[in-house]
């Protein structure tokens, strides 16, 4: 078995810090939630924590595909018809960060997650570019790898 690459454990380490945080956050914030709160906001806080948590998924998702390949139980060309990062605007679109009526707490996570999505994003298409152009294009493969 190969030693996973260090940008593996990075971003494997990044991504569980900062499930760990949104998930704090969202218990607290669910924790102090009043009536008071105007409902389109609620919504909009919600709909951001929507936007990190799903971020993180695909992320996490992608880093155990990658953690398969290094352990020899899939292929790289597997895992990239498996387990890959959307390029839709709803994942990468910076969107909220800068919106004043947030928490600082929210935005901050949301500048984190969308950081990591970036840098995850671009790995993935790459290697999904050098195996076959035509993956990068593709729609996932939700089928059993064995």
């Known amino acids: 078995m190969l030693q996973e690459p260090l940008h593996i454990r990075r971003a ?11 998930r704090n956050y969202a218990a607290h914030f669910n924790e102090i939630r009043h009536e008071e709160f105007v409902r389109d906001w609620s919504l909009s806080v919600l709909c951001n924590s929507m936007r990190i948590t799903s971020r993180l998924a695909h992320i996490m998702s992608w880093i155990l595909g990658q953690k398969a390949v290094q352990a020899g139980e899939i292929t790289l060309e597997q895992a990239a018809r498996r387990f890959y990062i959307p390029d839709t605007e709803f994942y990468t679109s910076p969107k909220g960060n800068d ?10 996570l949301l500048r984190r997650s969308h950081g990591i999505y970036t840098r995850m994003l671009r790995l993935d298409l790459k290697i999904r570019e050098e195996l076959d152009p035509d993956l990068v294009d593709a729609e996932p493969d939700n089928k059993s790898i064995a």
């Open 99 to 108: 919106d004043a009526t947030l928490p600082s707490g929210l935005k901050e």
């Open 12 to 22: 494997f380490s990044e991504t569980m810090t900062l499930l760990i945080e949104a």
